[in-house]
């Protein structure tokens, strides 16, 4: 049975930084692109960050530069580093998990608030 189980997420400040993991199992982690996307209310799911199975990363445009996405294939564990936070970073992050088929986490709500 695929787990994708987030943990990380808060409320924080404006400027303040969060990280956030997700912890995988069910699957052979190394081989999968893992993932975090977000959902804010009235807003499509978008891309934050991904990092394939050879460890190359892409970010979407909303967050380059303030944000790290890394894995631990030792842990099945896939992080983002979020930093410079502003309250339009508030959202629920999803963790996703993708090569033949894509699987979600259920999610964590990020607020950036003071």
């Known amino acids: 049975q695929v787990q994708l189980v987030e943990s990380g997420g808060g409320l924080v400040q404006p400027g303040g930084s969060l990280r956030l993991s997700c912890v995988a199992s069910g699957f052979t982690f190394s081989r999968y692109a893992m993932g975090w996307y977000r959902q804010s209310p009235g807003k499509e799911r978008e891309l934050v960050a991904v990092i394939t199975s050879d460890r190359t990363t892409n970010y979407g445009d909303s967050v380059k530069g303030r944000c790290t996405i890394s894995r631990d294939n030792a842990k099945n564990t896939v992080y983002l580093q979020l930093n410079g936070l502003k309250p339009e970073d508030t959202a629920v992050y999803y963790c996703?998990?993708?090569?033949?088929?894509?699987?979600w986490g259920q999610g964590t709500q990020v607020t950036v608030s003071s």
């Open positions: 996703n998990a993708e090569r033949f088929q894509r699987y």
